[in-house]
Every structure is written in structure tokens, then in C-alpha cells.
């Protein structure tokens, strides 16, 4: 058990000193751990965990990590309650409010349950750093005087105060099977200040379905495995949601200084990163899912600030400027179970609203997409859960309710709208359905053993501003079969750069035009001590670019037996 009786009292305040000229320099709060029930088992029931005492950790310039960990169950409220904490219903369980994370100086909360973790409905966690404030007497006071004796307790401005960070987890230690979970009800609010990180990670359940809001932070929701718990041969299958009312927002912002002038002065902070990604082991069946209504946004910011710039007679003058940010990055993993991303995924560039040109828009961000899985081999012993991992790309928005296990769809449309690099990475193939037209401003790349026409397709579009990058790298435990197989559609690439890399075999197409203004690479990947590639189609082809190459060291192998392989657009006199 774990009994901090009532008005005891925990402080881990940061001191400070005075040099000989009255200078005041602060050092950092510590840390507290709570922690109980480490030795618990699948039979025992939680014990006593109650939370009495003042938890303090003030300082002048920051702080460490107030952690919590054992508690069976925990539940953020929305009422408010004296301290921010107190008992719960059942015995080992929590009620936690938002109060509990204002503690100071402290810069991380970290909370762990062993069972579950509600963020009820209506709840808001809103964690802001305090600090000691220096008064005029700082510099005269005798050493060892108790600072609360002559600081005071406030808020540094948004520009000077540290971001506080939250991890909340529930990740059962113990049993035979993966448990854990966590939830963000509708209604309910985790924000954090600029730039700071929000973890949520459970052993089986995550469903979020309040908001999150980060700005230029970073936001990770997981599934996590725990040794001991649960085997890869019978995985369990959880649920991994952003739901219809769930928001995740890193957009990034503007942080003003203290305003000494007439015109605002401060930063504006490019949009954040999101990653969500399901168990590698024992919960790989739980599909990953990104329900219709549901928002993921990780855009840049615009703000008039003003600017210092140099003049032409060599002086230095604010001027006031339009600042864009770009936008950040959005990262998903998915596995066995597959995934549904019909939600609302985006990573603009910031943009003002009084200017309606985009090329005044500041960079977009990336997205990136991967599905893989455990793969046992060809054997009769060999335990694989599903047979092929199949992306499958479509112009239309996704209106997929369910996941199917293996697959994940994306929408061509939705992606170029909303990210300016997009990779798509699947364990054995990348299908594209119907007349695909997917248009990216800087970098796509396809990342499969296959890249597959459906029978409808007539024509598909794959380009990239700066470069088009199609492969796989192999994997020399599994044989990956990448045999062509004619068809009825065109496949055209467009890029500054267009690189075929490591083992790509094309299905359902007649013919391949791949077009670069500056170079088609042939990269080959580590394989037994060399570089080896292949691209094998049952297609003509034609590679035109001023210059085609491979790359050095590369065994590069272009089977294409009974068709046409033209190369053009070289210069004769560079031959």
C-alpha cells in the first residue's frame, strides 16, 4: 500500500543563488515517484493507494516529472476537488482533476494505471508550469532562508514559461493475456502549452473521442506490449480509435514575447507531429481507426509579426511581415488488423487569410503510412495471422466504416490536398484502384514488392514535385515473389527525380512511362554483401530523362522479357 497521510508534505523545490554582484540564479525543481502494487499478480487484488500530501516542486527555471504509477484504476474528472486528487470508489483507484497537474514547476506528469484510465467526458486537463517570481529582496535575503518566504508564486509569460508534458498510460504488467485501457471521452480537453508532448498508451484499448490539443507539440497514441503478457502465435485484438468526435491538433501558433514596441514580436512555430501506431506483438490483430468526423491536423501557422531587417544603408528596422510556418508530419503503423482512415487527415503549410495566392503559403507537412506484420515464413509450422498486406489507393474519399484485417485504403485526392510528401509502405502490395491520379508538391514514395493494377484502371498518375521513389527493400528471411503480370492500364511517373530501388514487381499493366527532368536512378539494396535490384513487368517501358543510371556498386536487373524498353531524352554529346 501506499498511504501519504493528509496535510503531510512532499517538496522538491529548486533553490537558488546570489553571486557578488546580486545576480539570482535559480536551479531546477526534482522529481517525485508514487508508486505501488510493482509486485502485483494476475490474483491479487490492488491495495490502498491514497494521495494526502502537498506535492510541491517550485523554482525560478523549471522543473522535473511528477509520476504517478500503480494505481488500479484512475479517473480524470471534470468536477473539481481539493488538491486535485483524492480516493476513489474502489480500493487502489484514483480521481485525478485538473488541479493535480499544476503543481509547480514540474514539466512532465506521468500516469500510469494498471487496469484503466478514463478521461471522462467533459474533463479538461490544461497542465501549466508555475514558478518562484523574483522580488526585490532576492538578492539581500541570508543563505538558507526559505524561498517561500520572499518569492512569489506566478505564470511566466507564454515566451519564457517551459511546456508541460503529459503521458497517461494503462498497460496491465501482469495475467496471460494483454489488458489495459484508456479512454478520452467526447467533450473532454488535454491541452498543453507550444511545443509540448502528450503520450497516451494502453495494453489493449484506446478510444479517443475528445479533443487534443498540442500546438506544435507532438502526440503519440499506442498500443504497447509487456513482456511476459500474452504470445505473438494468439494475439488479441483491441480497439486503437480516434472516433467521430475525436480531435488531434499540432498546428502550430504564435508565441509572442513581451511587447517592448509597436509591433508584436515572437515566433510562429511549424505544426507539430502525430503518431499513432498499434502493438508489435501482442495486440497486432487491433485494426488502427480514424472514423468519419474525426480530425487529425498537424498544419502551420500564419501571423503578422514584426521583423527585423537589414536596410540598405546597413542599419537594422523592425518591419511588419506576414510569417508562415510549414505544416508537420502525420505517422501511422498499422498491422495485422489492418486500419479504416476515413477521418480528416492534413498538414498544411501556414497561409495568411488575406492572401489568397498559394505560392505564398508556407511548406506543407508529410504523412506517412505503414503496414506490416509478423511473417512466420512458408513452412508447414509457420503461424501468419493474414496471408497478404494489401494498401490499396483510390481517388475517392474513404467511406470505409470497418477495418479489414491486412488492408488499409487511402484516397489519392485527400492525401495531394493535404500533405506535399506522402509515403505508403505495405508488407506485400500497393493496389491502386481505378484511374489514379495521386499529385504530390515535393516527395511520394510507394514502398511494396508489388505495385497492382485493379482490371478497371486505364490510366494511373504517380508524380511528385521533386521525386517519384518506387522499391522495396528485401527481406532475405522471406522470399518476396514480385512476378509481373501483364494488364489493361498505363502506369505514368512523373518527377524531378523518378528511382526504382531494391525488388518491384508491377501487375495490371500494359505500359510503364516513367518521366524525369533531371534523372531515373536503378538503386540497388543490401543483399548477401551486395546491392541488388529488379523491376520485372510484363509491360513496355520507357524510361525518359536526361540522364538514366544505377547507382554504384548496384546489380541492377530490369526483367521485362518480350517487351519494349526504350530509353530517351539523354544528350548525344554526353555519350
Known sequence: ALNLLDASRIDVSGGATVSTVGAVTGTNAGSITLESNVLRNAS?????????????????????????????????????????????AAPGSLVLTDE????????????????????????????????????ASASRVASGTDL???????????????????????????????????????????????????TLAAGLNLDVEGQIRAPGG?????????????????????????????????????????????????????????DIQTSLVTARLTPVEILNGAILQADGASARLGVSVTTAAGGVKVREQTVNSPGGTINIVAREGGATLAGDLHA?????????????????GSFSLKLSGVRAGAGPEAINLVDTYTLVVQNAP????????????????????????????????????????LAVKRNLVLDAPLIVASPQSKTITLSGGSSVLMGSTLNPDIPTVTTAITGLSEL????????????????????????????????????NSTQQGLLALKADLTLNAPQVMVTSNSDFTIDAAGQKVVITGGVASAA
Do not use: C
Open 398 to 437: 474513404i467511406t470505409q466504416a470497418d477495418a479489414v484485417a491486412g488492408s488499409v485504403q487511402v484516397s489519392a485526392q485527400s492525401l495531394a490536398a493535404g500533405f506535399a510528401d506522402v509515403s505508403l509502405q505495405s508488407m506485400d502490395r500497393i493496389r491502386l484502384i481505378g484511374d489514379v491520379n
Open 492 to 527: 505514368v511517373l512523373q518527377g524531378g527525380l523518378v528511382e526504382f530501388y531494391g525488388q518491384l514487381g508491377l501487375r495490371g499493366f500494359k505500359a510503364v512511362n516513367a518521366n524525369a527532368t533531371s534523372e531515373i536512378r536503378l538503386n540497388g539494396v543490401a543483399q
Open 348 to 364: 498544411l503549410g501556414g497561409r495568411s487569410a488575406a492572401n489568397s495566392n498559394p505560392d505564398a503559403a508556407a511548406a506543407d
Open 100 to 135: 493535480f497537474f499544476r503543481n509547480g514547476a514540474f514539466t512532465k506528469y506521468d500516469i500510469q494505471a494498471a487496469s484503466s484510465l478514463q478521461v471522462q467526458p467533459g474533463a479538461v486537463i490544461s497542465p501549466k508550469a508555475s514558478n518562484w517570481m523574483l522580488t
Open 218 to 274: 507532438n502526440v503519440s497514441l499506442s498500443l504497447r506490449d509487456t513482456p511476459g503478457v500474452g504470445t505473438a502465435e494468439t494475439p488479441s485484438v483491441g480497439t486503437l480509435r480516434v472516433g467521430a468526435t475525436g480531435v488531434i491538433d499540432v498546428s502550430g501558433g504564435s508565441v509572442l514575447q513581451i511587447q517592448t514596441g509597436l509591433l508584436p514580436q515572437g515566433r510562429v512555430l511549424a505544426g507539430g507531429n502525430i
Open 148 to 198: 517561500s518566504t520572499f518569492m512569489d508564486q506566478g505564470q511566466l509569460p507564454d515566451a519564457q514559461r517551459k511546456a508541460v508534458s503529459v503521458s497517461l498510460g494503462a498497460v496491465t504488467p501482469f495475467g496471460s493475456n494483454p489488458a489495459g485501457d484508456l479512454s478520452v471521452g467526447a467533450g473532454a480537453l488535454i491541452r498543453t502549452d507550444p511545443l509540448a508532448t502528450v
Open 44 to 88: 491479487e487484488n490492488a491495495s490502498l493507494m491514497h494521495i494526502g500530501a502537498n506535492l510541491k516542486g517550485r523554482s525560478l527555471v523549471g522543473g522535473g516529472t511528477l509520476a504517478l504509477r500503480g494505481a488500479d484504476e484512475v479517473l480524470i474528472a471534470a468536477q473539481p476537488t481539493p488538491r486535485g486528487v483524492k480516493d476513489g
